[in-house]
């Protein structure tokens, strides 16, 4: 299994842990079955994130954040 598949079976499992609301999480990696528990959703989203920055990283692209800005206009 390469760097990349292991990559996306991770951020597979956490998207599927965000969506259900669970704090635990299994990894299966080069054989190797992990545990981890997150403290809360957020920190589940900072998970994917950084896979889909490491991700990026290694298919040579950038991502991008762009983080908007509401103003009323008062």
């Known amino acids: 299994m390469s760097a990349i ?3 996306q079976a ?3 499992a956490l998207v ?6 669970e704090l ?3 990894f299966h990696t080069g054989g190797t ?13 900072a998970a994917i994130s ?3 920055r490491d991700l990026a990283e290694i298919q040579g692209r950038r ?12």
């Not at 599927?16 to 609301?21: E, F, K, V, W």
């Not at 079955?33 to 989203?45: F, G």
């Not at 991502?63 to 008062?74: A, D, F, H, Q």
């Open 10 to 12: 991770q951020r597979t």
């Open 63 to 74: 991502v991008t954040t762009i983080l908007p800005y509401y103003n009323k206009g008062l």
């Open 50 to 52: 950084a896979i889909d």
């Open 24 to 26: 635990w999480v299994v």
């Open 33 to 45: 079955r992990r545990e981890v528990r997150y403290r809360s959703i957020a920190e589940i989203t």
């Open 16 to 21: 599927a842990a965000r969506a259900s609301g």
């Open 5 to 7: 598949d292991e990559l």
